[in-house]
Nanobody, 124 residues
Framework: QVQLAESGGGLVQAGTSLTVSCAASGGTFNNYHMGWFRQALGKEREVVAAINWDGTRTSYADSVKGRFTISRDNAKNTVYLQMNSLKPEDTAVYFC?????????????????WGQGTQVTVSS
């Protein structure tokens, strides 16, 4: 079973950049496909980005495409979300998630493990 811990959230101004990280422990990290999700106050959780086990495939929500980049370092058991040109509508709690096992499609439709989240607030 893998445990996930996000970090790097904070309060930033619109137009700036921020990178959030997710450190994994308790499992073999490169056995997992990883995803970043976010949930704004009063809204449903939505997928932001996903990356496959070896980093060769990525996918993004249309709302962040061209601004956000997901990456992973399997040697450090960490997945990152670099966020550029941030907008106030990017304000949310950002969660990372892991999906183990064989998947029939990418990105995965479901994830097995979730972190506690890190708050990102973008001021206008």
């Amino acid at each position: 079973q893998v445990q996930l811990a996000e970090s790097g959230g904070g309060l930033v101004q619109a137009g700036t950049s921020l990178t959030v990280s997710c450190a994994a422990s308790g499992g073999t990290f490169n056995n997992y496909h990883m995803g970043w999700f976010r949930q704004a106050l009063g809204k449903e959780r939505e997928v932001v980005a996903a990356i496959n086990w070896d980093g060769t495939r990525t996918s993004y929500a249309d709302s962040v495409k061209g601004r956000f980049t997901i990456s992973r370092d399997n040697a450090k058991n960490t997945v990152y979300l670099q966020m550029n040109s941030l907008k106030p509508e990017d304000t949310a709690v950002y969660f990372c998630a892991a999906r183990g096992g064989v998947i029939s499609r990418f990105p995965p439709g479901t994830y097995n493990y979730w972190g506690q989240g890190t708050q990102v607030t973008v001021s206008s």
